[in-house]
Protein backbone atom coordinates (compact mmCIF):
# COMPACT_ATOMS: atom_id res chain seq x y z
CA UNK A 1 0.00 0.00 0.00
CA UNK A 2 2.88 2.43 0.68
CA UNK A 3 4.38 1.55 -2.33
CA UNK A 4 1.66 2.25 -4.31
CA UNK A 5 1.26 5.32 -2.60
CA UNK A 6 4.71 6.57 -2.91
CA UNK A 7 4.11 6.02 -7.09
CA UNK A 8 0.70 7.71 -6.85
CA UNK A 9 2.63 10.63 -5.55
CA UNK A 10 5.39 10.92 -7.66
CA UNK A 11 3.08 10.34 -10.83
CA UNK A 12 0.68 13.72 -9.09
CA UNK A 13 4.11 15.81 -8.80
CA UNK A 14 4.54 14.86 -12.86
CA UNK A 15 1.03 15.84 -13.32
CA UNK A 16 1.02 19.10 -11.20
CA UNK A 17 4.17 20.37 -12.82
CA UNK A 18 2.85 19.47 -16.27
CA UNK A 19 -0.31 21.57 -15.87
CA UNK A 20 2.10 24.57 -14.39
CA UNK A 21 3.99 24.37 -17.34
CA UNK A 22 1.25 24.01 -20.05
CA UNK A 23 -0.94 27.09 -18.56
CA UNK A 24 2.31 29.15 -18.15
CA UNK A 25 3.49 28.72 -21.87
CA UNK A 26 -0.04 29.05 -23.10
CA UNK A 27 -0.96 32.08 -21.25
CA UNK A 28 2.55 33.40 -22.71
CA UNK A 29 1.77 32.21 -26.02
CA UNK A 30 -2.25 33.35 -26.50
CA UNK A 31 -1.82 36.11 -23.97
CA UNK A 32 0.62 37.57 -26.60
CA UNK A 33 -1.54 36.71 -29.91
CA UNK A 34 -3.86 38.60 -28.75
CA UNK A 35 -2.31 41.55 -27.11
CA UNK A 36 -2.96 45.37 -28.05
CA UNK A 37 -0.07 47.02 -29.32
CA UNK A 38 -0.93 50.12 -27.51
CA UNK A 39 0.25 48.12 -24.28
CA UNK A 40 3.61 48.27 -25.30
CA UNK A 41 3.50 51.75 -27.67
CA UNK A 42 6.79 54.66 -26.92
CA UNK A 43 6.22 56.91 -24.66
CA UNK A 44 8.75 59.15 -24.46
CA UNK A 45 7.54 60.40 -21.04
CA UNK A 46 8.20 57.63 -19.19
CA UNK A 47 11.76 57.07 -20.44
CA UNK A 48 14.02 54.57 -18.47
CA UNK A 49 11.28 54.21 -15.58
CA UNK A 50 12.75 51.90 -13.03
CA UNK A 51 10.71 48.80 -11.61
CA UNK A 52 7.08 50.01 -9.94
CA UNK A 53 3.32 48.85 -9.34
CA UNK A 54 2.68 50.80 -12.39
CA UNK A 55 5.88 49.45 -14.57
CA UNK A 56 6.52 45.70 -13.33
CA UNK A 57 9.56 45.55 -15.40
CA UNK A 58 10.73 49.20 -15.81
CA UNK A 59 10.29 51.10 -18.89
CA UNK A 60 12.76 51.71 -21.99
CA UNK A 61 14.95 54.00 -23.66
CA UNK A 62 11.51 55.28 -25.85
CA UNK A 63 9.22 54.66 -22.30
CA UNK A 64 7.90 51.24 -23.45
CA UNK A 65 6.70 49.01 -20.74
CA UNK A 66 8.53 46.49 -20.92
CA UNK A 67 6.43 44.06 -19.28
CA UNK A 68 3.96 44.01 -21.83
CA UNK A 69 6.83 43.96 -24.58
CA UNK A 70 8.36 41.00 -22.60
CA UNK A 71 5.35 38.86 -22.67
CA UNK A 72 4.48 39.87 -26.21
CA UNK A 73 8.52 38.92 -27.30
CA UNK A 74 8.80 36.29 -25.59
CA UNK A 75 4.54 34.90 -27.20
CA UNK A 76 6.43 35.48 -31.08
CA UNK A 77 9.52 33.54 -29.44
CA UNK A 78 6.90 30.50 -28.89
CA UNK A 79 4.97 30.92 -32.18
CA UNK A 80 8.56 30.69 -34.06
CA UNK A 81 9.82 27.78 -32.00
CA UNK A 82 6.38 25.32 -32.42
CA UNK A 83 6.47 26.38 -35.89
CA UNK A 84 9.69 25.47 -36.62
CA UNK A 85 10.21 22.84 -34.34
CA UNK A 86 6.89 20.84 -35.99
CA UNK A 87 8.62 21.07 -39.17
CA UNK A 88 11.66 19.91 -38.06
CA UNK A 89 10.29 16.67 -36.00
CA UNK A 90 8.28 16.16 -39.50
CA UNK A 91 11.28 15.65 -41.42
CA UNK A 92 13.25 14.09 -38.73
CA UNK A 93 9.96 11.51 -38.42
CA UNK A 94 10.23 10.94 -41.76
CA UNK A 95 14.19 10.43 -42.76
CA UNK A 96 14.63 8.72 -39.51
CA UNK A 97 11.99 6.13 -40.55
CA UNK A 98 13.19 5.99 -44.32
CA UNK A 99 16.73 4.99 -42.90
CA UNK A 100 16.21 2.08 -40.79
CA UNK A 101 13.10 0.77 -43.55
CA UNK A 102 15.03 1.26 -46.36
CA UNK A 103 18.09 1.16 -45.56
CA UNK A 104 21.32 0.92 -48.10
CA UNK A 105 21.96 3.82 -49.99
CA UNK A 106 18.98 5.51 -48.30
CA UNK A 107 20.63 4.89 -44.68
CA UNK A 108 23.62 6.15 -45.99
CA UNK A 109 22.24 9.15 -47.67
CA UNK A 110 20.43 10.56 -44.26
CA UNK A 111 23.54 9.58 -42.12
CA UNK A 112 25.29 11.58 -44.12
CA UNK A 113 22.88 14.43 -44.17
CA UNK A 114 23.18 14.22 -40.09
CA UNK A 115 26.85 14.21 -39.87
CA UNK A 116 27.29 17.14 -42.07
CA UNK A 117 24.71 19.33 -40.08
CA UNK A 118 26.11 18.03 -36.75
CA UNK A 119 29.08 18.27 -37.74
CA UNK A 120 28.81 22.11 -38.45
CA UNK A 121 29.22 25.28 -36.25
CA UNK A 122 25.25 25.18 -35.45
CA UNK A 123 24.65 28.88 -34.45
CA UNK A 124 27.24 29.85 -37.56
CA UNK A 125 24.79 27.41 -39.97
CA UNK A 126 21.94 28.94 -38.18
CA UNK A 127 22.81 32.74 -39.07
CA UNK A 128 24.38 31.69 -42.57
CA UNK A 129 20.76 30.41 -43.90
CA UNK A 130 18.68 33.36 -42.10
CA UNK A 131 20.38 35.67 -43.38
CA UNK A 132 20.55 34.07 -46.79
CA UNK A 133 16.34 33.85 -46.59
CA UNK A 134 16.58 37.41 -45.37
CA UNK A 135 16.70 37.19 -42.16
CA UNK A 136 13.03 37.75 -40.49
CA UNK A 137 10.59 35.86 -39.50
CA UNK A 138 10.36 33.25 -42.66
CA UNK A 139 14.64 33.52 -42.42
CA UNK A 140 14.60 32.36 -38.56
CA UNK A 141 11.90 29.94 -38.94
CA UNK A 142 13.17 28.15 -41.80
CA UNK A 143 16.91 28.04 -40.55
CA UNK A 144 15.46 27.00 -37.23
CA UNK A 145 13.75 24.18 -38.97
CA UNK A 146 16.44 23.49 -40.96
CA UNK A 147 19.02 22.27 -38.37
CA UNK A 148 17.33 20.84 -35.71
CA UNK A 149 16.18 17.77 -36.89
CA UNK A 150 19.36 16.03 -37.08
CA UNK A 151 19.49 14.60 -33.32
CA UNK A 152 15.98 13.40 -33.57
CA UNK A 153 16.17 11.62 -36.82
CA UNK A 154 18.71 9.52 -34.93
CA UNK A 155 16.59 8.82 -32.16
CA UNK A 156 14.04 7.58 -34.07
CA UNK A 157 16.25 5.70 -36.77
CA UNK A 158 17.51 3.73 -33.91
CA UNK A 159 13.58 2.98 -32.00
CA UNK A 160 12.84 1.94 -36.20
CA UNK A 161 15.77 -0.22 -36.42
CA UNK A 162 14.89 -2.24 -32.90
CA UNK A 163 11.65 -2.67 -34.55
CA UNK A 164 11.71 -4.09 -37.77
CA UNK A 165 13.41 -6.82 -36.46
CA UNK A 166 10.25 -7.58 -34.08
CA UNK A 167 7.92 -11.13 -35.42
CA UNK A 168 4.75 -8.84 -36.42
CA UNK A 169 6.78 -6.66 -38.68
CA UNK A 170 8.84 -9.48 -40.15
CA UNK A 171 5.34 -11.53 -40.48
CA UNK A 172 4.07 -8.44 -42.60
CA UNK A 173 6.94 -8.45 -45.29
CA UNK A 174 6.63 -12.11 -45.63
CA UNK A 175 2.49 -11.63 -46.43
CA UNK A 176 3.87 -8.91 -49.07
CA UNK A 177 3.16 -5.77 -47.31
CA UNK A 178 5.41 -2.53 -49.07
CA UNK A 179 7.72 -1.41 -46.72
CA UNK A 180 5.95 2.08 -46.66
CA UNK A 181 2.52 0.61 -45.23
CA UNK A 182 4.32 -1.74 -42.42
CA UNK A 183 6.12 1.91 -41.70
CA UNK A 184 2.44 3.60 -41.29
CA UNK A 185 0.78 0.96 -39.78
CA UNK A 186 2.81 -0.83 -37.51
CA UNK A 187 6.20 0.98 -37.20
CA UNK A 188 5.40 4.72 -36.36
CA UNK A 189 2.38 4.47 -34.02
CA UNK A 190 5.80 2.16 -31.45
CA UNK A 191 7.78 5.62 -32.41
CA UNK A 192 5.23 7.98 -31.60
CA UNK A 193 6.20 8.37 -27.88
CA UNK A 194 9.83 8.99 -28.64
CA UNK A 195 8.69 11.19 -31.56
CA UNK A 196 6.40 13.29 -29.30
CA UNK A 197 9.28 13.52 -26.63
CA UNK A 198 11.86 14.63 -28.86
CA UNK A 199 9.39 17.33 -30.43
CA UNK A 200 8.66 18.57 -27.07
CA UNK A 201 12.47 18.80 -26.59
CA UNK A 202 13.10 20.81 -29.55
CA UNK A 203 10.79 23.95 -28.41
CA UNK A 204 13.35 25.08 -26.00
CA UNK A 205 16.53 24.45 -28.15
CA UNK A 206 14.35 26.37 -31.06
CA UNK A 207 13.44 29.42 -29.19
CA UNK A 208 16.82 29.66 -27.46
CA UNK A 209 18.25 29.51 -30.98
CA UNK A 210 15.85 31.99 -32.17
CA UNK A 211 16.82 34.78 -29.20
CA UNK A 212 20.83 34.16 -30.08
CA UNK A 213 20.67 34.98 -33.40
CA UNK A 214 18.10 37.57 -33.04
CA UNK A 215 20.07 39.32 -30.30
CA UNK A 216 23.17 38.90 -33.03
CA UNK A 217 21.44 40.91 -35.44
CA UNK A 218 20.59 37.59 -37.81
CA UNK A 219 17.08 37.00 -37.02
CA UNK A 220 13.93 39.31 -36.34
CA UNK A 221 13.62 42.78 -37.35
CA UNK A 222 14.24 45.12 -34.25
CA UNK A 223 11.33 47.00 -34.75
CA UNK A 224 9.27 43.37 -33.62
CA UNK A 225 9.06 42.82 -29.71
CA UNK A 226 11.49 39.92 -29.47
CA UNK A 227 13.52 38.48 -26.18
CA UNK A 228 16.71 38.56 -28.56
CA UNK A 229 15.93 42.48 -29.92
CA UNK A 230 15.39 43.45 -26.36
CA UNK A 231 18.27 42.40 -24.35
CA UNK A 232 20.37 43.50 -27.83
CA UNK A 233 18.89 46.59 -26.63
CA UNK A 234 19.04 46.51 -23.18
CA UNK A 235 23.13 45.81 -23.98
CA UNK A 236 23.38 49.51 -24.56
CA UNK A 237 22.18 50.86 -21.75
CA UNK A 238 23.45 48.45 -18.50
CA UNK A 239 26.63 50.67 -18.13
CA UNK A 240 24.34 53.22 -16.98
CA UNK A 241 22.67 51.14 -14.43
CA UNK A 242 19.07 50.25 -16.79
CA UNK A 243 19.54 46.58 -15.19
CA UNK A 244 16.13 45.67 -15.39
CA UNK A 245 16.71 45.89 -19.17
CA UNK A 246 18.41 42.74 -19.40
CA UNK A 247 17.29 40.96 -16.47
CA UNK A 248 13.65 40.42 -16.38
CA UNK A 249 13.69 39.67 -20.42
CA UNK A 250 16.06 37.21 -19.55
CA UNK A 251 14.10 35.58 -16.92
CA UNK A 252 11.56 35.18 -18.88
CA UNK A 253 13.31 33.23 -21.83
CA UNK A 254 15.09 31.21 -18.92
CA UNK A 255 11.59 29.89 -17.42
CA UNK A 256 10.44 28.74 -20.33
CA UNK A 257 13.00 27.02 -21.73
CA UNK A 258 13.13 25.36 -18.42
CA UNK A 259 9.22 24.51 -18.28
CA UNK A 260 9.61 23.04 -21.44
CA UNK A 261 12.13 21.06 -20.60
CA UNK A 262 10.33 20.01 -17.23
CA UNK A 263 7.89 19.08 -20.27
CA UNK A 264 9.71 16.78 -21.86
CA UNK A 265 11.57 14.63 -18.81
CA UNK A 266 7.87 14.84 -17.38
CA UNK A 267 6.64 12.79 -20.37
CA UNK A 268 9.18 10.80 -20.62
CA UNK A 269 8.49 9.61 -17.02
CA UNK A 270 4.92 8.97 -17.77
CA UNK A 271 5.77 6.91 -21.34
CA UNK A 272 8.41 4.57 -20.01
CA UNK A 273 6.54 2.34 -17.40
CA UNK A 274 10.36 1.43 -15.77
CA UNK A 275 10.82 5.05 -14.75
CA UNK A 276 7.40 5.30 -12.96
CA UNK A 277 8.48 2.27 -10.67
CA UNK A 278 12.12 3.91 -9.32
Known amino acids: MSDKKIVWNRKTKIVV ?18 MNPEKYAVNYA ?9 HP ?3 DFVGRD ?13 VIGILASIVSSIVALIFGIAAAVFGKWV ?4 NWGVDLCMGLPHLVLLMLISFMLGKGVKGVTIAVALTHWPSLTRIVRSEVMQIRSSQYVQAAYKMGISKWKVAVTHIVPHVLPSYLIGLVLLFPHA ?31 LATGKWWLALFPGL ?8 FDVMGDNLKKLWNPGSGNE
Open 17 to 34: LMVIAVVYLAGIFIWGIF
Open 207 to 237: IMHEASITFLGFGLPAEMPAIGVILSEAMKH
Open 57 to 59: FGT
Open 252 to 259: LLLIAVVL
Open 66 to 78: MFYRCVKGLSNSI
Open 46 to 54: NKFLSPSLK
Open 107 to 110: DKVV
